[in-house]
């Protein structure tokens, strides 16, 4: 059987000489031979310049590879052997697989084809087990040949994830063993499967989120030893790289800056996942203070200086009309030692000593300003509409 080698194409095209040789792409194929060009499959397409071309056996398919670190869009290869034991499938990106003959093509299935005989091709979720179950399965529940089963923790059905695809539900874990997180295990006291979404068991000696037993979680500050939560006496008890013992209230306290949590040796802006050393949320990693007083709230960082729902400590609210200006709630349009400024430029001068919508003004103006008069925003009604004197009077 010929042998494919892909080559580059490039806009040259090459004279074959030879008889029966013919060009394909940049190079020439021998005789009893196709050429498999970018665009050309079972489907046809368009060229694709400086995609790979190759000359593959008549019997052969040409396919299009999916792009990775060794291929292009476009890239071209040959399918098979003379024998006729392959066949290409169509994948649900839309790339093509080269699959055995007993494989099923499967065009909703990330792999194009269903390679364990006991799987049908669904249009939507692509390759499951043969077997429906009616009613359909909920929660961490699968459908198992017919059968609802808890995969991550059912030691007759302990199943396993390969590329985020079902690759089996019928294991049975060995005598002595636990099925945690859908894979058989074997976890003798104090190791106890806490979690089915983890796929290791949880040590509740020294975890303080499981300490003893399952969901007991320490107190803020306490460490959990010897399955017991207690209180630290030296910072030896403490995480030595990012926590001390405060020994008048015997609890660990953070030593990161900006508000951090002390996540295993880690400072973050998150809740602290002890078992997995990972912190949680949506500032997982350090707030940098850039000026603004960046401090960690909560899970987020926030900028305590201009922030209105924690200005200059979380929490600390500025109510309307109050805005955050350095971390001091403050009335910009009529706090004449802040007026319409924020940075510190706003104190009115003497001979403007009032502080009108955020503009500095002298007093005298409120004593025929209609939209001001007698005090600042006093507007005149339209049964005295003019102002004398600082008082609203009829025409």
Known sequence: MFTAFPRTVRAQIPDCGNAGWFACGT???PPDTTCCQPGDNTKGGTFIQGATAVCCAFSDHCYTLAPNSSSRAGDKACCGDTGGT???CTRRDGFE????IEYPCCNSDPQGCCTNPALVCDPVDGCVFARPCDPKCTGLQICCNGTCVSFLTDPSHCGRRVDGRLDDCDTVCSDGQICCGGNCQTCNPP???CDPLLPNCIDTSTNPDHCGTCGNVCPPGQVCTDGACVGCTTSLDCDPTCETCDTETNTCVSQCANGGTCCRGVCCCGDCDQTTGVCVGPSN???????DREFCCGSQCKKLKIDNSNCGACGHLCFFPETCCNG???NLDSDPSHCGRCDGTGQCPPDAAVCCRGMCVNPSVFDMDT???G???NNCPEEAPICRGGQCVPM
């Open 27 to 29: 190079d020439c194929c």
């Open 371 to 373: 939209a001001n008069c």
């Open 191 to 193: 190791l106890m499967c």
């Open 328 to 330: 001091e709630c403050m």
């Open 97 to 100: 697989a080269c699959c055995a």
């Open 285 to 291: 990693g350090i707030c940098e203070d850039t000026g």
């Open 375 to 377: 005090e600042c925003l």
């Open 86 to 88: 392959i066949h290409v």
